[in-house]
């Protein structure tokens, strides 16, 4: 069974998100939970790796997620994708949080990381450099507003390979 792929062009003028019925179904069905219990729903990803599939559900909330968050989230979501059943084949199914270095693909990701530092790596080097640290200052759909090296700048996402979290640069500060 083919099941049908939307391309998902996230208004960032270059980041594209392949997003299946199945994903945006999975999307449907996460989000009232999450909101229900005071998380934000980062993305939902179904993707092969080796053999397997995996359906995994990111989630995140102010301070950090725990164990007990993703486990809050699974149960109920798992009971629905049980009954809904939108993946027609088998799966591992898995909710964890998006990590330090979370890729910001879609404008939501773009919004609530405003005033938070980025990696941002580019197609082609810009200003000699092929990529980039600074603080996302603003998001206007199809560019960024960075305050970096070069000062406050717009960038087109068009130009970027990668826009992430950059949160690793005092990881080891406090031990």
Do not use: Q
Not at 19 to 45: H, I, T
Not at 74 to 91: G, M, V
Not at 101 to 119: A, S
């Amino acid at each position: 069974m083919t099941v049908p792929t939307f391309l998902h062009y996230d208004l960032s003028g270059g980041i594209f998100t392949a997003e299946s019925a199945a994903v945006k179904k999975v999307r449907e069905l996460a989000e009232p939970l999450c909101d229900e219990l005071g998380l934000f729903l980062w993305d939902v990803k179904f993707e092969k790796e080796g053999g397997n599939r995996y359906l995994r559900v990111y989630i995140d909330k102010d301070g950090g997620i725990s164990i007990e968050d993703c486990e809050a989230l699974h149960r109920p979501l798992d009971k629905l994708l049980d009954e809904y059943d939108p993946i027609p084949e088998s799966y591992v199914f898995e909710v964890c949080s998006p990590g330090l270095g979370r890729r910001l693909e879609r404008p939501e990701h773009f919004e609530v990381c405003i005033g938070d530092e980025v990696k941002i790596g580019f197609f082609s080097p810009k200003n000699g450099e092929k990529e980039i640290i600074g603080t996302l200052v603003g998001f206007g759909g199809k560019e960024i507003a960075v305050s970096g090296p070069n000062g406050e700048e717009n960038i087109p996402l068009s130009e970027c390979a990668f826009v992430k979290l950059y949160d690793d640069g005092d990881l080891f500060s406090e031990l």
